[in-house]
T-cell receptor, first 112, second 114 residues
Framework: AQSVTQLGSHVSVSEGALVLLRCNYS??????LFWYVQYPNQGLQLLLK??????LVKGINGFEAEFKKSETSFHLTKPSAHMSDAAEYFC??????????FGTGTRLTVIP | DTAVSQTPKYLVTQMGNDKSIKCEQN?????MYWYKQDSKKFLKIMFS???????INETVPNRFSPKSPDKAHLNLHINSLELGDSAVYFC?????????????FGPGTRLLVL
């Protein structure tokens, strides 16, 4: 069975500081991993996805994530936080039928 | 231009009522999904449907039933609503399952059961 764990339900960073959101996965098969972002009162938008083509995945809005099999991790980073990055971030893993299994989410607050 | 749309956006109703949430996608996708997001923001898959097969999450009560009149629509019917059904329901769609296909989400329907 597939699952993901997001460490830290709430992360606060200063504007311009590094953003690091943690995600660890558990999967019995090579995983497909995703990061989605949810802005207030909106649906989810894909930031990036890992499909085994490359371990470092670049996404939209300057975000990237690195797949580390030895650590079973897929942490999301951005070098410099912007006020507009404030949102809820979800890590997810898909099964063979493409159903997504989400983590509990991390709320990112950006302090001016 | 909206890729995945849901109606209504908000739904307030009494316990015991029957209600429906509509979902439409104009992306030409073959697979559609329903997710439930609870008050703690936790998202959980409810159904997936690829116009041939309906896959049901075994934890979903049978009061919930998806109906697909055509490939572009997957509506969610809920019978005998309960207080615990209050949540945000998201519809999503993707290409045919079988690989890391991106799911596109609708804006959500906020259901409040009184």
């Amino acid at each position: 069975a597939q699952s993901v764990t997001q460490l830290g339900s709430h992360v606060s960073v200063s504007e311009g500081a590094l953003v690091l959101l943690r995600c660890n996965y558990s999967s019995s098969v090579p995983p497909y991993l995703f990061w989605y972002v949810q802005y207030p009162n909106q649906g989810l938008q894909l930031l990036l996805k890992y499909t085994s083509a490359a371990t470092l995945v670049k996404g939209i809005n300057g975000f990237e994530a690195e797949f580390k099999k030895s650590e079973t991790s897929f942490h999301l980073t951005k070098p410099s936080a912007h006020m507009s990055d404030a949102a809820e971030y979800f890590c997810a893993v898909s099964d063979q039928a493409n159903n997504l299994f989400f983590g509990t989410g991390t709320r990112l607050t950006v302090i001016p | 231009d909206t890729a995945v749309s849901q109606t209504p956006k908000y739904l307030v109703t009494q316990m015991g009522n029957d209600k429906s949430i509509k979902c439409e996608q104009n992306l030409g996708h073959d697979t559609m999904y329903w997710y439930k997001q609870d008050s703690k923001k936790f998202l959980k898959i409810m159904f997936s449907y690829n116009n041939k097969e309906l896959i049901i999450n075994e934890t979903v009560p049978n009061r919930f039933s998806p109906k697909s009149p055509d490939k572009a629509h997957l509506n969610l019917h809920i019978n005998s609503l309960e207080l615990g059904d209050s949540a945000v329901y998201f519809c999503a769609s993707s290409q045919v399952a079988g690989g890391p296909k991106t799911q596109y989400f609708g804006p959500g329907t906020r259901l409040l059961v009184l």
